[in-house]
């Protein structure tokens, strides 16, 4: 298997013993492949995620992110400078007392000055759809609101590879067809586990389910495969 952008190498993982999620699980996100990420609940979709940035590590099997074999904490630090991830619940991503202060946290923490942090913060926002919001406080905000500011702290960043978990979960109609649109324009890789049919028909040209803890292409059905078979849609 040759190197891509993310590697997971006959990965396991269990939460319970008696009830693993993962069962030497392949994987490989390709520059410019967008996939999206289909399964029941529980069947594993935000274990992968996690799986990618170090936030689970598995019980067996390889972890390799931009040419590198992650194992350690250390080795993920780097990784999470360059994946943006999208958690599904938004209050596990925002923090800070303002919308301003939680876009502009990560780019403040690589180095970037104020002015530049606050121009990410307001070219971020209005591309969302969130003009003059950088004053609004985060726990008043309604739950599609805390899904796109959580959106934007993660575009702020730049990253090279987006894990997007239901990134339109929450939102109106217009809120979540203006992710669609964002998404189809962004440069990234990306990773998106979602049920919507408008990121399965648009930003996605890649399409996996989990099916009894490894991937399989939606359109076959049954059987695990590598990514050498992965089909593309056209």
Do not use: W
């Amino acid at each position: 298997m040759k190197d891509g952008l993310v590697v997971l190498d006959e990965v396991s993982y269990s939460y319970n013993p008696d009830r693993p999620v993962l069962r030497r699980c392949c994987f490989q996100l390709d520059a410019d492949e967008r996939v999206g990420l289909l399964g029941t609940n529980g069947s594993g979709k935000t274990t992968v995620l996690k799986m990618i940035v170090g936030l689970l590590k598995p019980d067996s099997g390889r972890v390799r992110i931009f040419g590198k074999l992650c194992r350690t904490e250390r080795d993920f630090r780097e990784v999470r400078r360059r994946v943006g991830f999208l958690f599904q619940d938004s209050d596990d991503q925002l923090f800070c007392p303002t919308v301003a202060e939680d876009v502009a946290f990560g780019p403040l923490n690589m180095g970037k000055s104020r002015e530049e942090a606050r121009q990410i913060v307001s070219r971020t926002l209005s591309l969302l759809g969130l003009p003059r919001f950088e004053d609004r406080i985060t726990y008043k905000l309604s739950g599609g609101e805390k899904r796109l500011v959580a959106l934007a702290a993660v575009l702020a960043m730049q990253p090279e590879v987006l894990l997007l978990d239901e990134p339109t979960a929450g939102l109106d109609d217009a809120a979540a067809q203006r992710v669609v649109d964002v998404l189809e324009e962004l440069p990234q890789a990306m990773v998106i586990a979602t049920h919507d049919p408008r990121l399965l028909d648009s930003p996605v040209n890649r399409l996996l389910r989990l099916s009894g803890g490894r991937l399989v292409a939606e359109s076959d059905g049954d059987g695990a495969i590598g990514h050498l078979q992965l089909q593309t849609k056209p």
